[in-house]
């Protein structure tokens, strides 16, 4: 099977893509992420199916709504043609198939798969796709036995498939039985069995006694099933009988239509009756029909006369003529269009050259894919470019607009700048400020309570200042009244005195008190705000502090910013330089291809890929005008044949030749000669038909005069009357041997034969119902007996139960025939397994005995040729590979290099693919597996897939192999649309 296209519908990340594979060998390249494992999926689910959930496998369908699926070209060395697989979503997880075949049928799933040899996803995968993973397994740490093993299975299966069946059997059997086990399920039901034999013979001592009970029970029981088959075969003897007394009646009805016919059958004809009748009408108008028909045939005859029958040579010659109308129309229609199209197709030509600056065409000019990726490598790299240097460019811009910013702003902070000194008045005048204003605090709630205590203590000092001044009074009166009144001065003087005194401190006491309500508190506020005046008179100190510490730190914030912006925009001019001279290099890379191209410099550069376009569509339209001139003339050719051939055939018609009118007067006259030969043919038609129904209907007639008397004959009737005498006769025998008949079929169906109906007919009805009687006494008596036996039987089992010990050996016998039989379940699983083992061990050994000699036999001349020749050999014997080196010496596999190892696996199994290729042709898919061989042994594989496969080869790679020649190479990337 060879892979022509695939057309990727809609499958992972690949949307609406086609792809030609019509190559031996195809090398399909992308980087990581381009979908080359898409692209092999894809494939694998057309012809194998989708991947189910269950196989733990991307289902990659579309997140965006698209189509799931697709269709592969195919073409099978058995068919003609190539042929479509179509594969999409439907009610199935892996997919509704449609097979189109060349011939326009299809086909399905079933069809398919015959057509791919029942191979499945899995064993594709395992015989013809390499892939890394199988090169790393090999280099895993592998005893010797693992590595044979391993290469065994490449040269001979593919697959491990039946390794894990053998390995699969193996664990069950081993759940099952083991020699010496404890924990497999048979070992456990042997040992339990085992133990239920030795529990049964320690009540083995109760077993004679139980037997000879059991023995009486058997023989009641045998003697109870003979009375009660005797009863069963008594009852079916009178069920029997009483069936016969049901049917006497019928029987005794029987046997009188017997006698009533036994005599000699009268003879009529089938239906004669009827037959007569039908052949009477018939004959009456059928002669009728023939007057009416002879009739008409006689006008026919006279209207065919009239007419004139035409030439069978001429209407040949209109309906040729006729028949060439649409071809010439055709033709005619075609020149014009193609006329249309030329001169449309020139003045696109012309549009498209002035469009690109050419005076005259330039088909020399290469456009080829490799002028037209360079330019699209140049123009990415100019736009790259281009991009870096607006960057650059505005962030010079940037930077210079924010520079000019820091300038002006530094500026103006200059501008607003304070002095040291301004800065350190205005620091000391707002600590003075506050301590001012915590001095007039203090000062302000000392005030406060002062004022408090000042009224407490003035109602205080009130109360005794005038306690003082009545005491005070007292004495001076009490002086002056001693003065007075008794001439007493010593008395009056010291009263007197004391008053006065008295009064005199009250005063002086007032005059402290006033005295200490200034305090230090007061004398400090005005001194601190003498001193806050004389710094505001000496410095300028209208500012806000904070505001211009603020504007101090944001002054050297920017000066620092300034001192930055000034490195970096160096740097971005010298960088924009660099780019500048790469730009000016693209310029000239891109107007050496515009000269190539033929093209004016005014060309913008990013119009060059349309240019090539342009140019492509110049020369492809330029093919197509020569090409449709070139149907002109052959079309025009063509007409002038037809045009020479018609008059010559015309010219004894009378129908002058004209391109545009020829075929309507054809036509005209063409018509006017088929109605005069249809409505002559018409008429001979019916004339014909006419003559052909009078035959048939006299000779109709004649029949049924014949069969009329054949019916009189049967019965030897002279007349009608006398013949439906013999119908009536013969009815009622009929009439009489149908229910006989009917009678005979019942009884028959009711198994009685001709023996027992006469036998019963001889009885009488009460003779049979006193039969019924004697059985039913009979079948009493049988059952009473039964019942008695039946009553010995129930003491017998209860006497069993007693010494079964509470049913303890019945169940020990019951529990070894449940083990007995659950052992034989196992063994039979047991011999079921080891028969499926022989099976496949039997069936690997003939795929090996039979495949591996042929494969190691191919793998000889393919592993010498992908080693250059190190090893010459690959021998298997007694299932055992070996390589010969060049010198001699023969290595096992495990002793030879991984890199060889890997080869002698790719050689096995290129062998294999070549010797199943009369079982399977299909193409081989390499996933990347060589990605980490050197260049030169990559090449050498690579060389030999390309030369010495004859199936299709598949090479997916992320590494570009540039020996493989670029039409055979598809390149995946993100889809480029113009």
Not at 181 to 197: H, V
Not at 339 to 347: F, I, L, T
Not at 706 to 726: G, I, P
Not at 738 to 756: G, M
Request: glycine share 4%; aromatic share 8%.
């Amino acid at each position: 099977m060879r892979i022509l296209s695939i057309h990727i519908y809609g499958y992972g990340k690949i949307i609406e893509q086609k792809f030609d594979l019509d190559h031996d060998f195809i090398q399909i390249f992308g980087e990581n992420e381009a979908g080359k494992s898409t692209m092999m999926s894809f494939i694998h689910s057309v012809l194998f199916g989708f991947p189910k959930r269950s196989e733990g496998e991307p289902r990659r369908e579309p997140r965006l709504g698209n189509a799931y699926g697709g269709r592969i070209k195919v073409q099978f060395k058995d068919e003609t043609a190539p042929i479509e697989i179509e594969r999409i979503k439907g009610n199935r997880a892996i997919g509704d198939v449609v097979v189109y075949m060349p011939d326009g049928t299809t086909r399905g799933e079933e069809w398919l798969t015959k057509k791919l040899n029942y191979i499945d996803k899995s064993t594709f995968r395992s015989i013809f796709s390499f892939d890394v993973l199988g090169l790393q397994d090999i280099n895993k740490n592998l005893t010797e036995k693992d590595l044979q093993d391993y290469l065994l299975r490449a040269g001979a299966l593919g697959s491990n498939k039946y390794e894990d069946m053998l390995n699969a059997i193996n664990k069950e059997l081993d759940r099952i039985y083991k020699k010496n086990g404890i924990k497999p399920e048979l070992n456990q039901e042997i040992d339990a069995i085992q133990e239920i034999n030795e529990k049964i013979a320690q009540v083995k001592e109760y077993e004679d006694e139980y037997n000879s009970l059991v023995e009486e029970q058997y023989k009641i029981i045998e003697s109870i099933n003979v009375k009660k088959h005797g009863v069963y075969t008594l009852n079916q003897a009178l069920e029997e009988k009483m069936k016969d007394i049901l049917y006497h009646s019928e029987i005794k009805e029987w046997k009188e239509l017997q006698s009533k016919l036994d005599i000699e059958p009268i003879e009529f004809p089938e239906k004669g009756i009827e037959r007569y009748e039908a052949l009477k009408n018939h004959l009456i108008n059928g002669k009728k029909d023939v007057e009416l028909r002879e009739e008409k045939l006689q006008a026919l005859i006279r209207e065919e006369r009239q007419l004139e029958l035409p030439e069978e040579e001429d209407l040949k010659i209109l309906e040729s003529i006729v028949k060439q109308e649409p071809d010439i129309k055709h033709k005619r229609l075609e020149i014009e269009r193609l006329q249309v199209e030329v001169h449309k197709n020139e003045e696109q030509i012309h549009t498209l050259m002035n469009d690109i600056g050419w005076q005259e065409e330039h088909t020399d000019v290469d456009d080829s894919n490799i002028v037209r990726e360079n330019v699209q490598s140049l123009l990415s790299k100019y736009d790259e470019t281009n991009l870096l240097n607006q960057f650059y460019s505005k962030e010079i811009d940037h930077l210079k607009t924010t520079m000019r910013e820091l300038e002006e702003e530094i500026s103006t902070l200059e501008n607003t700048q304070l002095s040291d000194s301004q800065m350190r008045a205005k620091k000391e005048i707002m600590d003075l400020e506050f301590e001012l204003k915590e001095k007039e605090r203090m000062y302000t709630l000392i005030e406060r309570d002062y004022e408090r205590e000042k009224i407490e203590r003035n109602k205080r000092n009130k109360f005794q200042s005038t306690l003082i001044i009545s005491i005070s009074a007292v004495l001076i009166i009490v002086g002056i009244l001693y003065f007075i009144l008794s001439n007493e001065y010593i008395f009056g003087s010291i009263f007197l005195g004391i008053g006065l005194l008295s009064l005199l401190l009250l005063k002086l006491g007032k005059k402290e008190e006033t005295d200490s309500l200034k305090t230090d508190y007061e004398n400090e506020v005005i001194a601190l705000k003498d001193k806050i005046n004389d710094i505001a008179n000496t410095h300028d100190i209208d500012f806000d502090f904070f505001d211009a510490k603020d504007r101090n730190a944001e002054l050297k914030n920017l000066i620092s910013k300034r001192i930055s912006n000034s490195v970096k925009l160096e740097d971005l001019e010298e960088t924009l330089a660099i780019s500048d001279s790469s730009i000016d290099q693209l310029n000239m890379d891109l107007s050496r291809v515009k000269e190539k191209l033929m093209v004016s410099e005014e060309i913008e550069n990013s119009q060059i890929n349309g240019v090539i376009y342009t140019i492509r569509d110049i020369k492809q339209l330029r093919r197509m005008v020569d090409k449709d001139k070139e149907k002109i003339d052959h079309l025009n050719r063509e007409i002038d044949s037809f045009s020479s051939d018609t008059k010559e055939k015309i010219k004894h018609l009378d129908i002058d030749f004209h391109i545009n009118s020829i075929f309507y007067e054809a036509n005209l006259m063409l018509d006017k000669m088929r109605k005069t030969r249809d409505t002559y043919m018409n008429l001979r038609e019916q004339i014909n038909l006419f003559e052909n129904e009078v035959g048939v209907i006299n000779n109709r007639n004649f029949v049924s005069e014949q069969e009329m008397n054949k019916l009189f004959d049967f019965v030897d009737a002279n007349d009608e009357d006398e013949f439906y005498y013999y119908g009536r006769m013969y009815n009622v025998y009929k009439a009489n041997e149908q229910r006989f008949k009917e009678l005979s079929t019942k009884l028959e169906e009711e198994h009685y034969d001709q023996n027992k109906r006469t036998h019963l007919a001889n009885f009488l009805t009460a003779d049979l119902k006193e039969e019924e009687a004697r059985m039913r006494e009979t079948i009493n008596s049988y059952q009473e007996q039964i019942d008695e036996e039946q009553s010995i039987l129930a003491k017998v089992n209860q006497e069993i139960k007693h010494l079964e010990k509470d049913g303890q050996l019945s169940e020990l016998h019951h529990q070894f025939e449940i083990e007995k039989n659950q052992i034989e379940a196992y063994a039979m699983d047991y011999m079921s397994l080891m028969y499926i083992k022989n099976l496949i061990e039997a069936h690997i050994k003939a795929i090996k005995d039979e495949r591996l000699p042929i494969v190691v036999e191919e793998a000889r001349s393919i592993f010498e040729n992908i080693t250059k020749g190190r090893y010459i050999d690959v021998m298997y014997d007694n299932n055992v590979i070996k390589v010969k080196h060049s010198n001699g010496q023969i290595f096992d596999p495990s002793e030879i290099s991984q890199s060889t190892k890997e080869l002698l696996y790719i050689s096995l199994r290129i062998s294999l693919i070549k010797a199943l290729k009369s079982y399977y042709q299909l193409p081989v898919i390499i996933d990347d597996a060589f990605v980490h061989f050197d260049e030169a042994r990559t090449k050498t594989i690579l060389n030999y897939f390309r030369t010495n496969i004859d199936d299709q080869v598949l090479f997916f790679t992320c590494k570009l192999e540039k020996s493989i020649p670029s039409q055979d190479t598809i390149i995946l990337k993100e889809k480029i649309r113009r």
